[in-house]
Each structure stands twice: as C-alpha cells, then as structure tokens.
C-alpha cells in the first residue's frame, strides 16, 4: 500500500506560515524602509524546511538569502529560489564550479581562502568577505582595518566582491560590557566599510537578528540596512532572558499520538536501565517519538508534554523510537490522542525555548535537532498570499 510522506500521524511539525510571515512583518516594520531582510534559512531554515521559507520569503518580497553550505545553496536554486544566496561559511575549492553554475555567493573567510578560491577556478565568483570584529571565528582580521580593506581591494578584480559583513557575538546581551563590545564590533567593521566606500559594495551587513531588534539604531546608515534574520524570523529568542517584540511567536509546533495506555503497578520500572520506579500506581502513555525523531535522550525523566492541555511528566528513558508519560491525571487520554511536545495545547505551552532550558542548551538546537523522519506539515498557506 502507498502511504503519503505528509500523512502519516505519528510525529510530525506542524508549521504556520501566516505565523513565520507575521515575524517578517514585525521586524520589517520596525526597520527602515530601505532596510532589507536576508532571510536565514540554513540547516533546513533551522528545521522549519528551507524551500517552503524561502518560497514564502520571496513572495513576501525577499531577495537575499543565507545558507550554511553548497548543498544547501543547490537545493534551494532546484527547487528555483531566486535572487542571492549567500553561503556564510566554507566551501571546499572542487565546488568552484558549482558555486559559478548555480550563482551562488561564496564568502572569503580568510586571505588564504581568497587566494585558493581564486587559483580553483577561471570564473569571476561571486562572493562577499567576511571581517571578524571579535568573534574570533571567520574573516579578515578587523582590528586592522588598513590590511582589510587592502585585502578587499585586491581581490576585486578576480572576483565580483558584492560585499561584505562581520557577524555579532553578544548582540543578545543586554550587560553594559557586551553592548560595549557589540558597539565596538560594529565600529571596526564601520571602519573597513568606509575604507573601501569607492567599491560602492552592494551588501555591508552585520546585523543579525539580536542585532536587528536590539541594537538597529546603532547600525543605522550603510552597515545597517541588511538584517540577517534568522531566529526571530522563526519565532525564538536570541536570549530567553529579552523579550522578543510583541507578536512574534513561534511559527512551529510538534506532535504525536498516544499508541497505548496502561497502568503500572507499584514497584515495577518503566523502560531501558529500569530508571524509574513507580512508586503508586499509574496511568502510563506511550508516544511513539524518540530520539531518532531528534526529541533529545537528556530528557529522560525531565520535562513533560501536554495532552488535553495538561502536563504529562516524561517516565524513565526516552527510546530510540518511543517515550513514556505520566497521565495518571488525565483519565480520559487514550490511543490515537493528540500531544503537544512543542506548542500549545489548552492554556499550556511548550515553546522550544523552553525545551533549550530544559535541556541546558537554546531553542535554536532544538529545532535544528528535529530529524528528517518528522513530516513537516504547513498551515496557512492560503493566507500567507
Ligand atoms: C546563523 C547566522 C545568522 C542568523 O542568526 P540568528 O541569531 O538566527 O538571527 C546571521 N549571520 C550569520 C553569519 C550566521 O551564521
């Protein structure tokens, strides 16, 4: 029997596009009218999948986009995304081709990067340097700002340089030093900007999405009018600790079914490594979603998800495929019901934040984690026109 990819429901993300155009609208508003959004859909727009978003974001006017690799690059030109695509980090020299074949914007991330990228191919490549202000990661060295844009300027003639930008590493941070450093980034990378203001580069940008709602107004002018937004745009914090602008809110949310209901007697354990015992006799649901489905193992007996808009606490390990959970309190939860592992159910809700606290790390990982063996199923389609 043919089953559909979309409509198996055992795990599945659920992703409200009206809701990620909201985000869009809400940051675009709040910045100039020049400014432009480059929508920042690698690692599969952060699991929220990278065609969809994109195809979304060019019909709300997009014409930049960031991705992590050349692979990423290609999909998105196959399935006929437009405008630039900017790779932000490495690509390996036998790519050369494919960088020229597919139009596709490499970044210079480093002088040697330059010159090998140069000698790999006969084509004049677009690309964009990057300049490191601190971060300590990729790019000229900002601190010297003669020796960047020396840089910048002799490359130009090899390549068709479109621009360049620098990336903020505590642009989340509201404690006076990290806006001081923030501040300070942005000044040396104003700095090679002005440097080499005759090449009159298309794209000088260092915002990203910290940066575009926290920090705009310090940007403002050529090194501002790119915002690199991505976290926000899918409806997460940079920082759980500083509120996002009001109306931004996560566009995705995950799902599953309870498969089976049973009661555990006490004394007995529940699952691998007989790690939780329980103590009175419960009601126990089991999900089928595991950590191959990305719901992270260091859960185990941590967190909870909601069924009928109540927590249900996660028992004992999580498996590879399947989970335990306490529904001891929800009498009427029975196989084929709904769960909310990230979203809203009743009054609750889990957001992936939320999870990132759980688990010690950001929403961010969370949602990347999310594997490809979880269907991604998109609403609002109809009013994201
Ligand atoms: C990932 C990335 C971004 C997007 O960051 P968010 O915090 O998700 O907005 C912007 N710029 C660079 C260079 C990145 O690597």
Request: with cysteine; proline share 2%; hydrophobic share 40%.
């Amino acid at each position: 029997m043919f089953c559909e990819r979309n409509g198996i429901k055992r795990s599945w993300v659920e992703i409200d596009l009206s809701q990620l155009k909201e985000n869009y609208r809400l940051v675009k508003d709040s910045l100039s009218e020049d400014a432009q959004i480059m929508g920042v859909v690698k690692a599969d727009a952060y699991g929220h999948g990278d065609v969809v978003v994109s195809r979304l974001l060019e019909k709300l006017g997009v014409k930049l986009f960031a991705v992590s690799n050349i692979r990423e690059a290609i999909d998105l030109r196959q399935a006929g995304i437009g405008g630039e695509i900017l790779i932000l980090g490495y690509t390996p020299l036998e790519f050369a081709e494919q960088l020229y074949e597919y139009d596709v914007t490499q970044t210079l991330i480093s002088e040697e990067y330059a010159k090998a990228l140069c000698r790999a191919t006969g084509h004049r490549l677009k690309v964009q340097f990057a300049i490191d202000t601190g971060m300590n990661r990729i790019g000229l060295d900002g601190e010297n700002t003669d020796a960047c844009a020396g840089v910048i300027r002799r490359y130009a003639e090899q390549f068709d340089v479109q621009g360049m930008f620098t990336h903020l590493c505590v642009a989340d941070s509201t404690k006076e030093d990290d806006i001081a450093f923030t501040v300070r980034q942005m000044e040396l990378f104003s700095a090679v900007a002005e440097k080499v203001s005759d090449l009159a580069l298309l794209w000088v940008h260092c915002l990203n999405s910290a940066g575009g709602i926290y920090h705009y107004e310090k940007a403002k002018g050529t090194i501002g009018r790119v915002v690199r937004l991505g976290i926000v745009l899918y409806g997460l914090h940079p920082d759980c600790d500083n509120p996002l602008p009001t109306g931004i809110s996560p566009a995705l949310s995950w799902k599953t079914v309870i498969s089976m209901v049973k009661t555990v007697h006490a004394g007995e354990a529940i699952g691998y490594g007989r790690s939780y015992t329980a103590e009175k006799e419960l009601c126990v649901a089991t999900l089928p979603t595991g950590y191959a489905d990305g719901y992270s193992r260091s859960l185990s007996g941590k967190g909870y998800v909601l069924i009928h808009g109540k927590k249900a606490k996660i028992l004992g390990r999580i498996c590879m495929d399947q989970m335990m959970v306490d529904v001891s309190e929800i009498p009427d939860a029975s196989m084929g019901d709904e769960v909310i592992l990230i979203g809203r159910s009743g009054e609750e809700t889990i957001t992936a934040d939320d999870m990132g606290q759980w688990l010690g790390t950001i929403g961010y990982e969370v949602i990347c984690d999310i594997s490809g063996r979880v269907d991604r199923v998109y609403l609002g389609e109809n009013t994201s026109k």
